[in-house]
């Protein structure tokens, strides 16, 4: 069974081609500015790329671009669309609505439209996307749905409830969702895997640290808090995002720079973090290159992020009551072994012990433990594979009887 992984953004819309007979990967690729310009990238489980600069004003003409790419002559992975079996999306938001993955029915896409005011630039764009899924590829071809809060949705009150007057839960679902679950849910299966036991009796810290990151409290394979919150801005600090803040300093710069709350929302999603303290990039290799050759700012940005996943994973292994596993994954979790070296060594009072060799290895898309057998917490690197999660529960859906 062949599946289609789409992940679409709002002028973007990433693809993975996945073989479920063996979980490889036969294409994918990548369609950017839509609606602008358009670029398109397509490579093949065997190194063939195409890549090309084509006006793409729509979805539609995207999934166009994606269908000639799988069955072209030289660059194609499979000889007709028929052999796509089933779709899967990734799904930013799907608020209390959906607490899993499910199958794409005209009610399912009433549910993803209805949250639109949570998350209004990504929910809007995955509807496009599953709209002109059906358009392009057909009514037959089943689609499934996966929801980056779904496995969150385990959280009880007192870890998803803000303390705001209670009717604005009641009248616009304000509180805490997170979001990277699919991701979590992924890495902390790989690490009850990896160490032979079962998640149930396990109590794991995931870390997805990339350009977007959250920290995840899991307590027998079910979450308990999580990070991230109403929206990705909560939690630790980001490429170009705040995380947590003292709510008056919003009200404070937005008053002094009279900025409005749109003005204010591009301030703390695109202007903060790493970048804003840096003041060099949103790309943790370049601030980590900045501060090694001097820079102080970028010096404080990175001293800041080790300093939020510390705390993390403190207040974590608290409500978790204690810790028997933490992983690091995403971009820079799976390669800035810098910063795992001084958040793990800056852990050693709970018994955390990692071997300096092994964590020094553990990069680009290496998996394995970093820590050393005499270790009271084992440590992680896991490369993450949402796609692959994705592919599985569409598969699962769709085979379903
Ligand atoms: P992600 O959002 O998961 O793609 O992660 C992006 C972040 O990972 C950026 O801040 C990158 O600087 C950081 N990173 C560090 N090393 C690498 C690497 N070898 N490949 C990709 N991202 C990296």
């Known amino acids: 069974m062949k599946i289609l992984v789409i992940n679409a953004g709002s002028s973007s819309m990433k693809y993975q081609l996945i073989d479920m007979t063996d979980e490889s990967v036969l294409a994918k690729g ?6 602008v310009d358009g670029h398109f990238k397509h490579t093949t489980g065997d190194g063939r790329v195409y890549e090309t600069d084509v006006t793409m004003n729509n979805h539609t003409e995207a999934f166009v671009q994606i269908k000639n790419a799988l069955i072209s002559d ?17 799904i930013v938001q799907g608020g209390a609505l959906f607490s899993e993955s499910t199958l794409v029915t005209e009610e399912v896409i009433s549910g993803i439209e209805s949250l639109i005011p949570l998350a209004p630039l990504h929910n809007s764009a995955h509807v496009q996307g599953i709209r002109a ?9 089943p689609q499934v749905v996966v929801f980056d809060t779904a496995f969150h ?4 009150p007192k870890a998803f409830i803000y303390p705001v007057p209670y009717e604005y839960y009641e009248k616009y679902s304000v509180r805490r969702y997170g979001f990277h ?3 979590h849910r992924y890495v902390s299966a790989r690490c009850a895997e990896l160490m032979g036991k079962d998640i149930k009796d396990l109590k794991i810290i995931t870390c997805h640290l990339g350009n977007g990151s959250s920290i995840t409290a899991i307590k027998g394979g079910k979450v308990i808090d999580t990070s991230m919150g109403l929206t990705p801005l909560d939690g630790i600090m980001m490429g170009t995002r705040t995380g ?6 919003v009200t404070f710069i937005a008053e002094k720079e009279k900025l409005s709350p749109t003005e204010m929302d591009t301030l703390l999603n695109k202007k903060s973090g790493f970048l804003g303290v840096s003041g060099v990039s949103s790309d943790d290799r370049d601030v980590t290159a900045a501060a090694e ?3 102080e700012r970028a010096k404080l940005a990175i001293d800041i992020l080790e300093y939020d996943i510390l705390k993390y994973i403190g207040s974590y292994t608290a409500v978790l009551g204690g810790v028997d596993a933490i992983v690091f994954t995403a971009g820079i979790g799976e390669n800035q072994q810098s910063h795992r070296s001084n958040v793990c060594h800056s852990l050693e009072y709970m018994g955390v012990k990692i071997s300096d060799k092994l964590n020094d290895e553990m990069i680009r898309g290496k998996e394995g433990k970093i820590s050393t057998d005499e270790s009271s917490v084992d440590v992680f690197v896991i490369p993450t594979n949402e796609e692959l999660v994705i592919a599985r529960d ?7 009887k």
């Open 30 to 35: 990548n369609c950017e500015r839509i609606g």
């Open 74 to 90: 030289e660059y194609g992975v499979i000889k007709s669309l028929d052999e796509v079996s089933a779709i899967g999306h990734r």
């Open 133 to 141: 899924c059906i358009e392009v590829f057909g009514e037959a071809v």
């Open 153 to 156: 949705s385990t959280m009880p």
């Open 181 to 183: 679950g699919t991701s």
């Open 244 to 249: 947590s803040l003292d709510p008056s300093v």
């Open 293 to 295: 050759s001097g820079n």
């Open 394 to 400: 569409t598969m699962a859906l769709v085979t379903k």
